[in-house]
Nanobody, 120 residues
Framework: QVQLVESGGGLVQPGGSLRLSCAAS????????IGWFRQAPGKEREGVSC????????WFADSVKGRFTISRDNAKNTVYLQMSSLKPEDTAVYYC?????????????WGQGTQVTVSS
């Protein structure tokens, strides 16, 4: 079965850190761009970050620049989203998806999501 599985979410205090994982099953990530998205209650889904397959270039939403990093370990078939200096507004369900590129192409193989809650 071809799928992406997110993990690593949880409850963290403001200023804390979490590392999310996006693991591929049934296919390899080597040739795919992987994007992270999030959706907060009552809000539309938004793009958070992306890492390309071709040159490893990355993209971040302005709201997370300087606080989040993205990396990929092709040997483990996994992409990571390291989140630091977390804020309550980062609270959302985080999803990963695969595409042929970080922009202009459709996203697929959506995971089930992992909940991140930032609260004191």
């Amino acid at each position: 079965q071809v799928q992406l599985v997110e993990s690593g979410g949880g409850l963290v205090q403001p200023g804390g850190s979490l590392r999310l994982s996006c693991a591929a099953s049934g296919f390899t990530l080597d040739y795919d761009a992987i994007g992270w998205f999030r959706q907060a209650p009552g809000k539309e889904r938004e793009g958070v970050s992306c890492i390309s397959s071709s040159d490893g270039s990355t993209w971040f939403a302005d709201s997370v620049k300087g606080r989040f990093t993205i990396s990929r370990d092709n040997a483990k078939n996994t992409v990571y989203l390291q989140m630091s200096s977390l804020k309550p507004e980062d609270t959302a369900v985080y999803y990963c998806a695969a595409s042929g590129g970080c922009s202009g192409l459709p996203w697929g193989h959506w995971g089930q999501g992992t909940q991140v809650t930032v609260s004191s």
